[in-house]
């Protein structure tokens, strides 16, 4: 059974963390002084346990009235299941919870396909952060 929480205490913050960790630095070689930054302490973090094991988190900043998904990871076992779309759409729920009026996020040009069926459009040229090309999407809430 899935189920995605609004982080709401040190402990399901620690295992966002571990997750995020695991993926970014671990997996793909991000460094990691700087995958847990500034934005954290602000952020709505997402969690999703799949059978009570934490296996995917994401966050939402917002700039405006716009909502910024980012640090989105499922682990490795839990990938191809649905939970990434899964944790997206709580995300964009909880934007909308927030009167928010469209989420943007900044993918990994390998992802690109994954956002798109779920409603995002690229927008300007691709970049490179931790050393990944990457390039903006977005989509509008209808709020």
Do not use: N
Not at 104 to 114: D, N, P, V
């Amino acid at each position: 059974m899935i189920e995605i929480v609004t982080v709401s205490t040190e402990a399901d913050l620690a295992d966002a963390f571990a997750i995020r960790m695991q993926v970014f630095v671990e997996e793909q070689g991000v460094p990691a002084e700087i995958e847990i930054d500034e934005l954290d302490r602000t952020a709505d973090h997402l969690l999703a346990r799949l059978d009570g094991q934490p296996v995917g988190t994401g966050r939402l900043t917002v700039r405006a009235d716009i909502g910024v998904l980012g640090r989105l990871a499922v682990s490795g076992k839990s990938r191809g299941t649905g939970l990434g779309a899964a944790l997206v759409r709580a995300i964009e729920e909880r934007a909308r919870e927030r009167g928010l009026t469209a989420v943007e996020l900044h993918s990994q040009t390998q992802a690109i396909g994954f956002y798109e069926r779920l409603g995002y459009t690229a927008f300007g040229e691709p970049d490179w952060d931790a050393g990944i090309e990457h390039i903006w999407m977005r989509k509008g809430l209808g709020c």
